[in-house]
């Protein structure tokens, strides 16, 4: 008992004898229960409490809560918490393998569930999947992720696109890095989300900056991204014609040709002309290459709000400005990505641009990001504990 009353005091989990067998106490002051755990009293809880469990280790009630979307909402962001937290026990984790598909599945729908809290952690367990399954799991699973993950390079909250973003950086690493890019392309590059189809094109971009280029067929990469070249978004034209500034530098000049024949070829199915291919020697003759930020993400060259109100553009920037502005919530707020281009430097240069005149200004950020916020579940919470913190 002394033992007992100084781990609840010092908040440390401890063993003890019962019945001959040793049991983990696991103390619950000052510290979180942990999923699948029995509440013995308000002193301590045993953890590992027998209960059925699914996808090797999840507790059945944890999968009942998650199933049910008309469930209490704090009761989801518990479980799908807990389920977190069983997804980063590398003890555990190997008895994932054999239902791998089957928690792909049941995950990737909390992707798309309404509450902000639900899809960020359900996107953390797909990144503790990555990390704790054994390499070799995840490299012959990494096909069955790409499909799974990829639509979501477009979503609506910011921290899933990032976190997919660097989801697929580790699948490269673990896997082949090309085949990676031939499912991601195979998928992204003609998706019908102009934010899918642009990450599409920055994640080559980020794989062609990581990975030595031998990895790739460089000529196989220039034809598949050729039709970003001639997409309706000017964020996707911007990121093709990046990525060819990247693959010009990669091939070195004696394969120049081979990487304008692309272009030509591509120009010809868009009707003709000379436009587009004034624009990638345009992009080609600044010798500036994109970057991969500390963070993971991408940075481009080219700064498209330098040249608003400019009397006379380059080629390649007219080429970009030639097409529609961006598709939704992108075009009012493109940097909400994480910054995966730096397509909107008026940020971080403090342009007074009004919003008409500069469609990725400074103030419309401002205006979206408070507006969103102030709708997020747990503001009202906040504002409540600091209500009550003033009595």
Aim: aromatic share 6%; net charge positive; charged share 20%.
């Amino acid at each position: 008992m002394n033992l007992v009353c100084f781990a609840a005091q010092h908040g440390k989990v401890v063993s003890y004898g019962v019945e001959g067998r040793m049991l983990n106490m696991h103390v619950n002051i000052g510290s979180k229960r942990q999923p699948g755990d029995r509440s013995l009293g308000n002193l301590f809880t045993v953890v590992g409490s027998s209960q059925a469990k699914q996808y090797g280790i999840v507790p059945s009630s944890i999968v009942t809560i998650l199933s049910d979307c008309n469930d209490d909402s704090r009761a989801r962001t518990q479980a799908v918490d807990d389920l977190k937290i069983l997804m980063e026990d590398s003890y555990n984790i190997h008895l994932v393998a054999p239902h791998f598909d089957d928690l792909v599945e049941f995950v990737g729908h909390l992707l798309d569930d309404d509450n902000f809290k639900v899809c960020s952690a359900a996107i953390d367990v797909f990144s503790a999947l990555v990390r704790r399954l054994p390499k070799k799991v995840v490299a012959s699973k990494a096909e069955l992720l790409v499909l799974k993950l990829c639509r979501h390079l477009g979503s609506a909250n910011g921290y899933v696109r990032e976190s997919v973003t660097r989801i697929f950086t580790q699948l490269m690493s673990i896997a082949s890095s090309s085949s990676i890019l031939d499912s991601l392309c195979a998928v992204g590059i003609s998706h019908r989300n102009a934010r899918v189809r642009q990450e599409t094109v920055n994640l080559i971009i980020i794989a062609l900056l990581t990975f030595p280029s031998s990895d790739f067929s460089l000529e196989c990469i220039t034809k598949t991204a050729a039709v970003a070249l001639i997409d309706g978004k000017r964020p996707v034209r911007q990121a093709a014609l990046e990525c060819y500034a990247v693959l010009a530098h990669a091939m070195g000049p004696s394969k120049k040709l081979n990487l304008m024949l692309s272009v030509s070829e591509i120009e010809a199915r868009n009707g003709g002309g000379t436009a587009l291919t004034d624009a990638v020697n345009a992009r080609l003759s600044n010798c500036k290459l994109p970057k991969q930020q500390s963070t993971g993400l991408v940075e481009y060259a080219t700064h498209i709000n330098n040249f608003y109100g400019a009397s006379t553009l380059t080629p390649d920037i007219e080429w970009i400005l030639s097409a529609s502005a961006g598709n939704g919530s992108s075009a009012k707020s493109p940097i909400s990505d994480g910054g995966l281009s730096s397509r909107m430097s008026a940020r971080s240069r403090g342009s007074n641009l009004p919003d008409e005149s500069h469609p990725f200004g400074q103030s419309r950020l401002r205006r979206s990001a408070r507006h969103g916020f102030a709708r997020l579940p747990w503001d009202s919470e906040v504002k409540y504990q600091q209500i009550v913190g003033k009595l």
